[in-house]
């Protein structure tokens, strides 16, 4: 069961990194569109790396939020 959620965890990790790279090719109306300002897509861009990514594995979830 722990290696199950461990797995589970890499792989929504993954998403979001990979995620946030396509986040890159963005046009302005699209950030528009989506709700997103030009700081908070510049904000989501610079964890876009691998860096970013070791953070996400070794965050833990807090009470209320969503990961």
């Given at each position: 069961m722990l290696i199950?959620?461990?797995?589970?965890?890499?792989?929504h990790c993954l998403k979001r990194y990979q995620t946030r790279k396509a986040l890159a090719s963005v046009s302005t109306q699209q950030m528009e569109?989506?709700?997103?300002s030009h700081e908070k897509?510049?904000?989501?861009?610079?964890k876009a790396s691998i860096i970013g990514f070791v953070s996400d594995l070794t965050r833990t979830k807090e009470k209320g939020e969503a990961l």
């Open positions: 199950i959620s461990l797995l589970s965890h890499l792989q569109d989506m709700g997103l897509c510049q904000a989501e861009l610079s």
